[in-house]
């Protein structure tokens, strides 16, 4: 685990995420317009990169984020073809 924390790194990753949040919302809200889905796809890009620089500060076990990632997945995938 990294000792020096960059509060800064968080920071901005909770406002990356949040603005994420709000694209999604926006696909949603104005029934998939394509500026909403470039909007989208650009707040997908700014979570990415900080999900990369929170695993080169250290601070996270990429591990954890495989075997999270593949269940929620497959969680997903099984709870969408239900609803279909
Ligand atoms: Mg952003």
Redesign the pocket.
């Known amino acids: 685990m990294a000792k020096n924390i960059s509060p800064f790194l968080l920071i901005v990753t909770m406002e990356?995420c949040g603005?994420l949040v709000q694209a999604c919302s926006k696909v949603y809200r104005h029934r998939n317009k394509k500026r909403d889905r470039k909007l989208l796809s650009?707040?997908v890009g700014?979570v990415l990169a900080m999900m990369n620089l929170l695993c080169e500060a250290g601070l996270v076990d990429l591990d954890i984020v495989e075997n999270k990632r593949v269940a929620r997945e497959k969680k997903m995938k099984k709870r969408m073809k239900k609803r279909r």
């Open positions: 990356e603005e650009e707040e700014d």
